[in-house]
């Protein structure tokens, strides 16, 4: 695999580097947020090297596997998107339910690799003790055990950066404000019954907490946002983390950080009620319907209380024993598939799946294997909650935030119950034993099943073959492979031709309804009444201009008629700030058209004809 190339390929399918806000990565996934998501071409995207599959909510999740630091590494060479920009409004309305999980996972994801770490650090620990080989008592061990508790304790402060990342904080500030709950003179204050102002400060220990920092922070951006604006510049550098620490910090020790200690409370006492009344069912069909969470990113809504409990307890049994029961049920699964099948590509691409998951690594058996087959997903299901009902029988343990596996099984060692590793270990067999067998008895090779996730081909049957496009503006037309941008002379987003216009006035070029209209004007997209996607985008890199020099005359929705005035720009304005003023026009879904170019004249007559293929 060439991971330079994949990461240039994956970043043109994305909309190309201006169109990413940020850039993060899990075990297996790059996580983009993006400007405007309607740029993203999936199916060419699922065609890069190396990609498994791609999730599109919130955030764009583009699924690699085991190379995924070596892709994430090539595309920050590109680019510093470890920040973000303003989010663009790319005209959809997204589930208030999608953006809370993409916020939850934005603030909890990059947390969880330090915490696996110190949570292993802390099984190896308990691995050395057991077999006499480190003693409890030994400065060495004292020194590795305060390396693992403090990535805890500490806790609240990780979450007040990565939550300073979301509502586009002052990181530093951030961190700075939520350190003042950890300060030793200032628990210790709290704890003796300390009061500001003359209101009492309820007695909450802060360590190990996560909801206070994260409505603190998200409190502390209000307040930076109001003093960034009626600050003077000259003393903005400190007059503003000035005003923004003492206004937040004692909200958050009177408000802010009882009512965010009370929700985490509320949370983990509601999951366990419910682990409670259920009891062992619970885990099993918690580890049933994870193929699914999973395959849709809502396990990431789990994140809060796995953190928060094991913090707040040093254990967790409800998540951690059905994400074991899953991810060695999908193992199991593949494993059978190899057995059984005789496809040699599927054979090779179930054993290294099978293997990965065996490790907790399920996202390429899931997107390779289990998503494209009715069976494998059964076989799955059936595993997962059999195993998963025998964890929660036994009430299972995990004293690590680790994806469980192979290699992490020692996250379920503890000194206090030592049968609790080998309930692991059984549960660890019972998935991988049930899916394999109901897996090799039910695998047809004839019932592979190619499901196709994309329902714009299907609402794509009943409209006209043709479409005429008519010249949008008037100028010159060209070629799309002459254009200076790569991401539109590569063909990355689509066929199409571009013109260099005499006349700033864009026009629609044929009958249909508004779908997309950039936030800074330079760029919009209509799908015409037979079908055909276009993109029209002003210029190279005007995206800099911040809508300077545009005026827009539609709206996301509007049904437009061909001639109708969509946008003008200034061309002089464009070419005065050394930015190229040529417009692509693209065919988005050409993977359901081609195009016919007719001629070059630009001015009334028509440009092209798009067909269904």
Known sequence: ??????????????????????????????????????????????????????????????????????????????????????????????????????????????????????????????????????????????????????????????????????????????????????????????????????????????????????????????????????????????????????????????????????????????????????????????????????????????????????????????????????????AGACFGVALRTKNQQLKATAISSGTTALMGITEPALYGITLQNKRVMRSVVIGGAVAGMFCGLVSLKIFALVTPGLASMMVFMTDDSPMNFWYAVIGFIIALTTSFLVMVFTWKDDEVIEESTDKNHESLEHLDEVNEVYAPIQGEVLELDKVSDEMFSSKTLGDGFAIIPTKGELRAPIDGTIQMVFETKHAVGMKTTNGTELLFHIGIDTVQLNGKGFEVFVSVGDKVKRGDLLVTFDIDLIKSSNLDVTVPVVVTNTNYYHIEHLNTTGNDGVIISTIRK
């Open 1 to 330: 695999m060439d991971y330079k190339e994949s990461a240039s390929r994956i970043v043109g399918l994305v909309g190309g580097k201006e169109n990413i806000s940020s850039l993060e990565h899990c075990a297996t996934r790059l996580r983009f947020m993006l400007a405007d998501n309607s740029k993203i071409n999936v199916e060419e995207l699922k065609k890069v090297p190396g990609v498994i599959g791609v999730i599109v909510k919130q955030q764009c999740q583009v699924i690699i596997g085991n190379d995924v630091i070596e892709v994430y590494d090539e595309i920050m060479k590109m680019g510093d998107f470890s920040g973000s920009k303003a989010t663009i409004n790319s005209g959809e309305k997204e589930k208030i339910s999608t953006k809370v999980v993409g916020v939850l996972s934005g603030i909890f994801q990059p947390l969880v690799p330090v915490m696996a770490g110190a949570g292993i650090l802390k099984a190896m620990l308990i691995l050395l003790t057991t077999f006499n080989i480190l003693s409890p008592d030994s400065s060495t061990y004292m020194v590795m055990f305060a390396i693992s508790e403090t990535t805890f304790y500490f806790l609240p402060l990780m979450v007040a950066y990565t939550t300073a990342n979301i509502c586009k904080s002052n990181k530093i500030v951030a961190v700075g404000a939520i350190g003042v709950l950890l300060y030793p003179q200032m628990t210790e204050m709290i704890s003796n019954g300390a009061s500001f102002l003359g209101v009492s400060i309820q007695q909450v220990s802060y360590s190990s907490q996560v909801f206070p920092a994260i409505l603190g922070v998200a409190f502390l951006s209000i307040i930076e946002k109001v003093f960034n604006r009626i600050t003077p510049k000259a003393i903005r550098v400190f007059f503003v983390p000035m005003m923004s620490l003492a206004i937040t910090v004692p909200v958050v020790l009177l408000v802010l950080g009882p009512l965010g200690y009370n929700m985490g409370n509320v949370l983990t006492s509601g999951i366990l009620f419910i682990y409670a009344h259920l009891g062992f069912i619970a885990v099993g069909l918690l580890a049933a319907i994870l193929p699914f969470m999973v395959g849709t990113g809502m396990h990431k809504a789990l994140l809060p209380y796995g953190i928060s409990t094991l913090a707040k307890y040093g254990y967790e049994t409800l998540y951690a024993s059905a994400v074991l029961a899953h991810n060695i049920a999908e």
